[in-house]
């Protein structure tokens, strides 16, 4: 059962339409709430004057950042843990901005009325008198001496400054160097784009907070929400229904959260909020923007000897939950990649701009560590003519345990074999013919290759219990969270290996702090990793209990059972004892040996904080219209580790879904900013492109398998990985597409316009 190819048992709800989500839920007697948001990206609050508004029909309340501050409510925090040089800045996010807005989207007043077009109607008829500032977006540009300032208390603009891995080792290896390549290099700024938007009903009794929202974990978030409004946890119930998509974006504490839960309290009803596609462009989280210069040294033989990255990460106007460890603690686990590069430093300064914060998006920091890899191994093949896969084979780590420059301890891998099997797909031979043919066409042809090592663990220790119902049912309760990605399906696949029960037996409880104990929730592709093997550890400690109460029934010692397919089997005689049979005995007082409790329910936490590495070599070949700049990808391969695969095919369906995000990112997606006024120019998907059908080829992947030793079912992970690998192997086909006429070197998106203007460059 554990490996077989098994359909996701949750979408037979969302195919016919019975799936809930948040806007699902809203209860009839619900109020409703619009976020009046600043149309500047700098600028002093004088005064807001909401008179009009409170006076408007339908209306209940109008919430101010003066009225939050006179409840004592206290700003977001930031629990990001970062060893960074001096202090980590984290200046005061308020839920509702009080004398000052920071970016374009800043919440400015809660309006909370019958319907949602009156809180809209009486939202515009908010005036708030505001004194424009000086705007600056842009890291580099923060960073830049004389740029106009966000925060008294970070100088420069300057959030913090980040150092990891060995400087005299570094300095060592270039200085030994027969050949150094030498990049600038942009991860621009995306946007994760969920199906479904963030929203929320909040509740309060008066005693108790009741959150309801789009999320993606419960628990850390009840932590921050019990620190914003001075409470205990026991103060706040947080669950999710069914989630559209989070990709990373709704693992976070938002200011609306924080509203909501306020209004609800004064009014004692519940309120609903639903956002609309251009509120996330501007109020969420943005992501990547990770930008500088990186070096890569190697030796007269194409040997890797150090890498050096001097980069500046843009936080955005305020420093989000997690935002401040993506560029810093989860760039630093996976630069360098595959390889067996012996010294590497890694410098990151943080800089806070007038602009979206920015936090984790499908990878956090590990698309950037192997973009930056990547593209510096191109380039270095290149500048000494070694074969680009010959290049990678010769430096990839091929003897395990490896530890890495910057400390991670990898106990398996296949880095070489994947680019072997790369390397029998791909059919190079074949290129040349293929070029020719576009080339009869008037197009030119690229053929890219590149590689990428993830490491997946996300938040340590993870919690999970069984529970047996009294209809039958079996309850698996997960501090992970489905939002998406199939663990309805493959947690089931586990435990009915395990326990030797139809799959239907089992029910998923999951996002719910009364229900669920504790929970990390789901990011980091963490959730088999961890959060499976405390489903097995909770399993294991059921048939423990179970094997007892079968010795005790068949007058025999625990050690001469075998169970297998729900049975517990004496060896020697074949006695037996079902699992069923043993559930309804452990609750009768004369089947139980002395002492022992009754029921089989059983719970463990996994206090791990072990970290798994994927990795794969991928293959993309492009297209290009010289005339117009635009790209098409004509073909992408792939084969890849992930450790033992619980559910093939839903593995091969979460690295497409990874891909097309990765895709998305290597040629349409791109937030932009004026760089003058701070205003957003891609506030909704006029502007912003993101990948469709017709824009992917088919996404073929094939896989490897090095299971790990780091848990029980020898999974590593799959999550990140597409959105990790594409990037730079669609770039390196780009380029490798473009060289002819003279491109060596293009930042992405590679869109229309931005291919169209290398190449008129480069023709002078």
């Known amino acids: 059962m554990i490996g077989e190819n098994r359909r996701r048992l949750e979408d037979a709800r969302f195919l016919t339409g019975q799936g809930r ?52 409510i206290g700003p977001l925090p930031c629990p990001a843990v970062v060893q960074t040089i001096g202090p980590l800045i984290v200046p005061d996010r308020p839920a509702i901005a009080r004398d000052a807005v920071k970016h374009v989207g800043e919440p400015v007043a809660l309006v909370v009325a019958a319907t949602p077009a009156e809180a809209r109607d009486a939202a515009e008829a908010i005036a708030v008198d505001y ?53 600038d290099l942009i991860n621009h700024r995306v946007h994760a784009a969920p199906l479904e938007p963030r929203g929320a009903v909040a509740r309060c009794d008066g005693a108790r907070f009741d959150l309801e929202f789009a999320g993606m974990g419960v628990h850390a978030i009840r932590r921050q929400l019990a620190t914003v409004f001075g409470l205990p946890e026991t103060a706040f119930h947080l669950r999710c229904p069914d989630v559209g998509g989070g990709f990373g974006m709704k693992n976070f504490l938002f200011p609306e959260h924080v509203a909501l839960l306020a209004a609800a309290r004064r009014l004692g009803r519940p309120v609903a909020w639903i956002a609309e596609h251009t509120e996330e462009f501007q109020g969420a989280v943005h992501a990547r923007d990770f930008q500088g210069t990186a070096r890569l040294a190697l030796d007269g033989e194409g040997r890797f000897l150090a ?15 997690f935002g401040p460890a993506v560029p810093t603690n989860s760039v630093s686990t996976a630069i360098g990649g595959i390889y067996a590069i012996p010294a590497i430093l890694l410098e990151v300064e943080g800089a806070f701009t007038n602009s979206v914060p920015t936090d984790a998006y499908r990878g956090a920091g590990k698309p950037e560590a192997n973009y930056l890899t990547e593209r510096l191994v191109e380039a270095a093949g290149h500048a000494t003519g070694i074969d680009p896969v010959e290049l990678r084979r010769r430096n990839a780590i091929a003897a395990f345990p490896y530890r890495s420059a910057t400390g991670m301890l990898m106990d398996t ?132 209990k179970a094997r007892r109460i079968a010795a005790y029934l068949l007058q025999v010692a625990p050690e001469s059972l075998e169970f297998t397919e729900g049975c517990f089997t004496v060896t020697a005689t074949g006695a037996a004892l079902t699992l069923d049979a043993l559930i309804e005995a452990s609750h009768d007082p004369r089947d139980l040996p002395d002492g022992m409790e009754p029921g089989l329910d059983a719970e463990a936490m996994n206090l791990s904080d072990l970290v798994t590495f994927p990795s794969g070599a991928h293959c993309a070949e492009v297209e290009i219209d010289p005339e117009t700049g635009a790209v098409t990808l004509c073909r992408y391969q792939a084969v ?3 450790g033992a695969l619980v559910n093939p095919m839903l593995t091969r369906g979460q690295v497409q879904g990874g891909l097309a995000q990765g895709i998305g990112q290597a040629l349409l997606e791109r937030i932009a900013y004026d760089p003058a006024s701070g205003q957003l120019l891609s506030a909704s998907f006029m502007d912003y492109g993101l990948p469709r059908a017709a824009d992917l080829p088919a996404l073929e992947i094939a896989f490897g398998e090095a299971p790990t030793h780091s848990n029980p079912l020898g999974v590593k992970g799959v999550g990140q990985a597409g959105a990790i690998a594409a990037p730079q192997t669609v770039l390196n086909a780009v380029l490798d597409a473009l060289r002819p006429l003279g491109v060596a070197h293009l930042q992405m998106p590679a869109t229309a316009e931005n291919v169209w203007r290398a190449i008129r460059a480069a023709r002078g």
């Open 640 to 642: 890849d580790d992930y």
């Open 307 to 321: 890498l050096h990255a001097r980069m500046a990460a843009d936080m955005g106007a305020y420093c989000s939950a």
């Open 413 to 544: 891998g296949r880095m070489r074999d994947n680019l072997a099997d790369l390397g029998a797909l791909l059919d190079r031979e074949g290129f040349a013919a293929r070029r020719a043919a576009s080339e009869a066409r008037g197009l030119l042809r690229g053929l890219g290759i590149a590689a990428f090592l993830e490491t997946s663990r996300g938040a340590p220790h993870e919690w999970a219990a069984v529970r047996f119902a009294p209809d039958g049912m079996v309850d698996l309760c997960i501090g992970t969270q489905n939002n998406g990605q199939g663990l309805e399906t493959s947690f089931v696949q586990v435990a009915a290996a395990w326990l030797g029960l139809e799959e239907a037996r089992f029910r998923i409880v999951q996002a719910d702090t009364d229900r669920i104990a504790f929970g990390n929730g789901h990011g980091g592709a963490r959730s088999l990793h961890v959060g499976a093997t405390a489903l097995v550890m909770a399993m294991e400690k059921v048939l423990a």
């Open 21 to 72: 989500y948040i806007a699902d839920l809203v209860p009839a007697e619900a109020l409703h709430a619009h976020v009046l948001r600043s149309p500047h990206a700098h600028a002093r609050i004088l005064a807001v004057d909401v008179a009009a508004a409170r006076a408007m029909p339908g209306v209940a309340l109008v919430l101010t950042g003066a009225d939050l501050a006179a409840e004592g």
């Open 131 to 183: 004194e424009p500032l000086p705007a600056v977006v842009g890291s580099r540009a923060a960073l830049t001496p004389g740029a106009p300032q966000l925060w008294p208390e970070a100088p420069g603009n300057r959030a913090f400054r980040f150092e990891r891995g060995d400087r005299a080792a570094m300095e060592a290896g270039f200085a030994r160097a027969a050949r150094i390549v030498e990049l």
